[in-house]
């Protein structure tokens, strides 16, 4: 194989017809556009869903619900991931919001809500947003204690 004897794979390239080339191309005068009206002229671009002044679907469609403009998202952390922190010795005592923000596990704005899924052995403080009640049933039970922000 040489560079002489190079070219692109079956199929792969497609030549279009050169447009405005004369008429022996069938392709000249009107490049192919048909005479006058918007489609004919240069800079027209119809807009997306256009479906030639039918309804277009994303109208006809009924939309559902709304969103609630109050809404406030919290970030889980579930009781599970505070005791294999613990057991791998990435917290002593502690969790808050900044630490939590170190590890990665929220960004910068994030609300945490602790949650009670799986269980924890260690007595532990744990500062947080929110908490469930089983949440802090489990952590007080294990000699710990919760203090929402």
């Known amino acids: 194989m040489k560079l002489s004897n190079l070219k692109p794979a079956e199929g792969s390239v497609k030549k279009d017809k050169r447009l405005g080339r004369g008429e022996g191309s069938k392709k000249g005068g009107t490049s192919g556009r048909g005479h006058k009206g918007a489609k004919s002229r240069s ?3 119809r807009t997306p869903g256009f479906e030639g002044g039918q309804m277009p679907l994303y109208r ?3 939309k559902f619900g709304f969103k609630n403009i109050n809404r406030v998202e919290y970030k889980p952390l579930n009781l599970s991931v505070i005791q294999d922190w613990i057991e791998r010795g990435r917290i002593k005592d502690y969790v808050d919001v900044d630490i ?3 590890y990665k596990f929220i960004q910068k ?3 945490v809500k602790l949650l ?3 269980e924890i052995k260690a007595p ?3 500062k947080v947003h929110k908490a469930s009640k089983k949440a802090i049933e489990a952590i007080e039970k294990a000699g710990g204690k ?3 922000i």
């Open 109 to 111: 704005n994030d609300k």
């Open 146 to 148: 919760v203090e929402l």
């Open 100 to 102: 939590l923000y170190d």
């Open 60 to 62: 006809r469609v009924p």
């Open 116 to 118: 009670a899924k799986g």
């Open 124 to 126: 532990i403080t744990v």
């Open 43 to 45: 800079g027209y671009s």
